[in-house]
Structures are given as C-alpha cells and as structure tokens.
C-alpha cells in the first residue's frame, strides 16, 4: 500500500467505524455500531403524514386551476380531475367583468392594508406598556382581559356590532377595518409581548441614559427591533382581513363597496352553473394571499421561534 493511500484509509475506517462504548457498571461493553457519518434514518411515519397533509392542500389547488381553465363543456363532464384540453381563459375573463374585480381588488387592498398596519402598531403600542409594567396590577389585568378577548368569535357579538357600526355611520370599509383590527388584536399583543421579553432592558437603561425619552426609544429602539414579529403578526392580520366573508358582508351596507370574497358570493347566486367562472374568480381572489404568504412564510416562524425563549 502505497502513502499516499495510508491516510485516506484510515479516514474511511474514523468514518465507518464507531469504538465500542462502556455499558453501565457489571454489564459489559455494549456491541458496536456501524454508522456512515452524515447518515440518517428517515422517519416513514412522518413522511407519510407529510405527504397525506400536502395532497389534502394540493388536490384542491389543482382542481381549481383545472377547473378555471376549462371551457363550459368541459366543467360539466363529471370529472375535475381531467386536464383542460383545450385551455380557455374565458371563465377569467367573465369573473373578471361579472365580479367587477379591480373595484373589489381595490376595496379588498384597503380594508387588508389599513388592517394590517393598524393591528402593529397598537399591538406594538399595547404589548410594549404591558410588558415593561408587567409588576403593576392594572397592564397585567389588562394582559389577561385581551386573552379572553380571544375566546369571543365575531358571531356571537355580530347582531350589536351591525347596530352599533350603522348608528356611528361606520357601516363601509373603515368599519371592517376597526373591527378587524380589535380582533386581530388579542393574539398579536400575545406574540409581541412574549417577543419583548427576549429584549434585554440594558438596551433601553443606555438609551436612557443617553437623554432618550420612552417614545424615542420605543421608535428608534425597540419597534426596529420588533421586525421579525411584526412581520409574523402583519401577514397573520394580511391572511385574516384579506380572507374574511362574514364580517365585510354584515358590516358593509353598500353592495358597490363589498370585497372580493362576498362579491363572489353575490355572482354565483345568478350564475351557479358557471363553474369555471366560479373557480377562475377564487382563483384570482387567492392568488394576492398566497403570493403574500410564500414570500413572507420565513418570517412567521423566525419570530414566532425568536419570541419564544427569553435570551
């Protein structure tokens, strides 16, 4: 055997090879084991629930792009699971006009942008005075009094909040947006004030020190800081307002003023023979949260992961 070959020998025999180990005291040494550095056992039950859960999403993702795809003749043939031969784009181009979708788009934007950036900054705004006064009795309550906000779904208190919205003329989109938001606001105070408390105090102590008053360093400090959860509890609040059916139709009085999921609603009354139009239109109208959500999926679990330790 050559030199050259002795010290890549020996490396193929550290790799395959693991020394026996020493059992516990009159056993014995235990048998040795033979492993290949790098190797793993792969998990078949977990797989196999892998694979059962991401049919039960992908299944119905591709019939309704099959469905959207095909032509009228197609649809009604008893099998959605057929490939669109040939491709129409007529059932787009019919929602599109029937759904008057760039209105709805343009209502249904607002109503999930204004929820989205008013749920962080009153959760950021709620969570950090909690968090920092947690020793006093009255931001603590208050912690627990927004916890059991979370336990009330909007049904059950629907009926006073239509009455109430149509007293203070806030049956339109800014309606939704402010109720919305409440909702939302519960369960993000939960995930930013378990994120402060990964935040060290020194860092506001030298901030302090410096001059800096609370809200300064609340702004120039602690919400930059905030980012990875902020992202998590914004596309949390995107998912819900964006979603939304029940609160949108009983808040919004004017149907010109609807969203996109209550203006399909509407349409498939009077066309519920038209399914490639109706799946053409869910597919338009999900395609804004699924393109939100693939860009923005590392995010959640980063600061669901980051907050849930204190450092």
């Known amino acids: 055997m050559t030199a050259l070959n002795q010290p890549a020998l020996a490396f193929e025999q550290a790799e395959l090879a693991v020394p026996e180990r020493q059992g516990p005291a009159g056993s014995g040494p235990r048998r ?15 797989t196999t629930i892998l694979v059962l859960c991401s049919l039960t999403v992908l299944l119905p993702l591709y019939v309704t792009v099959s469905m959207a795809l095909k032509n009228g003749t197609q649809v009604v043939d008893g099998n959605a699971f057929s490939i669109p031969s040939p491709i129409s784009f007529d059932g787009f181009v019919q929602a599109w006009t029937l759904t008057k ?9 607002l109503v999930t942008a204004g929820t989205v950036v008013a749920t962080i900054i009153l959760a950021a705004f709620a ?22 906000a ?3 779904p909007f049904p059950v208190i629907a009926l006073p909040q ?3 919205t149509g007293r203070l003329g806030l049956d339109n989109p800014l309606g939704v947006i402010i109720l919305a938001t409440m909702f939302q606001l519960s ?3 939960l995930l930013f004030t378990a ?4 935040i060290p105090l020194e860092l506001e102590e030298s901030a302090r020190i410096d001059g800096a008053t609370t809200w300064q360093t609340f702004w120039r400090l602690i919400f930059p800081l905030l980012a990875p959860m902020s992202a998590t509890v914004g596309i949390f609040a995107f998912l819900y307002a964006w979603n939304d059916f029940m609160m949108p139709s009983l808040i919004i009085s004017d149907p010109a003023l609807q969203t996109l999921p209550v203006r399909q609603n509407l349409f498939q009354t009077q066309f519920s023979n038209n399914y490639n139009v109706a799946f053409a239109s869910y597919l338009m109208a999900m395609a804004p949260a699924i393109v939100a959500y693939l860009f923005t999926q590392r995010w ?3 600061g669901v992961t980051q907050g849930a330790v204190k450092g």
């Open 195 to 198: 994120f402060l408390r990964s």
């Open 187 to 189: 369960f993000s105070v």
């Open 150 to 152: 979370m336990f009330i």
């Open 162 to 164: 239509i009455q109430l």
């Open 101 to 109: 979708f760039p209105v709805g788009l343009a209502i249904s934007l």
């Open 300 to 302: 959640v679990m980063a």
């Open 127 to 148: 969570s950090y005075a909690i968090a920092r006064n947690w020793d006093r009795k009255l931001f603590r309550y208050s912690f627990f009094y927004l916890l059991a």
């Open 32 to 46: 040795s084991r033979f492993r290949r550095v790098g190797a793993e056992r792969i998990s078949w039950s977990t």
